[in-house]
C-alpha cells in the first residue's frame, strides 16, 4: 500500500510540474505588459506621433517635387486667360465699332429723310400759295394807273409785297424766264412765237412765273418760245 501511495504521489508531482512550468511568466514579458497597463495612452500617443513626423517628412519632399511642375503650369494658364481676355475685348471693341457706325448710319438716314419730309410739305405748302400770289398779280395788273395812288391799292401792293418777301425768307424765289435760253428743267413752253430781236430758243415771253423751294423746283415757268 505504501507503495502505491508513493506512485500516486509522483504521478501527481509530474502532473504538476508542467502545468507550473507552463504557468510561470516571462519576467521581461511581464514587465512589458505591466508598462502596458499602467500607461496605455503613452502608446497611443506614441502611435499618433509617428504617422505625424512621416507626414512632416514628406511634406516638404512633395512640396519640392510638386513646386517645379506647378511653376511651369501656372505661366501657360496665364497666358492662355490673357489671350482669350484679349480676344473677348477685342471682339466687343469690333461689335461697338460696328454699332456705333451702324448707329451714326441710321440718324444721318433719319435726318435725310427728316429733311425730305420736311421739303416735301413746305413744297405742298408752297404750292397751295402760289395761285395766290397769282391773283394778287392779275389783280394789280388790272388796276388802271389813275387808280394806282388809290390807298386800297397800295395797300394791296403792300401786302403782295410781303407775302413775296417771307416766300423768300423761307427759300421760295421766282425762276428767272424772258430772255433766257429754253431750259426743260425749269421752263414748259406752252407756244412759239417769232421775234427778230431774239435767237431762236429763247424765252420771249413769260405766261405764269415759275417758282423755286431751295433747289427744287415747285412749278415750271409757263412760258413762249422763239422759233
Excluded: C, W
Aim: net charge negative; glycine share 4%; proline share 6%.
Amino acid at each position: 500500500m505504501e507503495e502505491k501511495q508513493k506512485d500516486i504521489q509522483e504521478q501527481e508531482v509530474q502532473a504538476e510540474d508542467p502545468v507550473k512550468e507552463e504557468q510561470e511568466p516571462d519576467p521581461a514579458g511581464t514587465e512589458e505588459t505591466a508598462a502596458r497597463a499602467e500607461d496605455p495612452a503613452g502608446e497611443a500617443e506614441e502611435a499618433s506621433q509617428e504617422p505625424e513626423e512621416e507626414e512632416a517628412v514628406q511634406e516638404p519632399e512633395e512640396a519640392a517635387e510638386a513646386g517645379p511642375e506647378s511653376r511651369k503650369k501656372n505661366p501657360f494658364k496665364k497666358k492662355e486667360k490673357k489671350d482669350k481676355a484679349a480676344e473677348q475685348i477685342a471682339e466687343l471693341n469690333d461689335k461697338v465699332k460696328r454699332q456705333m457706325a451702324e448707329f451714326d448710319n441710321f440718324r444721318k438716314r433719319t435726318e435725310r429723310e427728316k429733311t425730305q419730309m420736311f421739303e416735301i410739305g413746305a413744297k405742298s405748302v408752297v404750292e397751295k400759295i402760289l395761285p395766290v400770289i397769282d391773283n394778287f398779280e392779275r389783280g394789280l395788273m388790272a388796276v388802271p394807273e389813275e387808280s394806282r395812288e388809290d390807298g386800297f391799292v397800295q395797300g394791296m401792293d403792300k401786302i403782295y409785297k410781303q407775302l413775296l418777301t417771307e416766300l423768300e425768307n423761307l427759300g421760295v424765289k421766282p425762276i428767272e424766264a424772258v430772255g433766257k435760253e429754253f431750259d426743260p428743267d425749269y421752263h414748259n413752253a406752252v407756244m412759239q412765237v417769232e421775234n427778230d430781236e431774239l435767237p431762236s430758243g429763247t424765252v420771249a415771253q413769260e405766261l405764269q412765273k415759275g417758282y423755286m423751294y431751295r433747289d427744287s423746283v415747285v412749278r415750271h415757268s409757263m412760258v413762249a418760245v422763239v422759233q
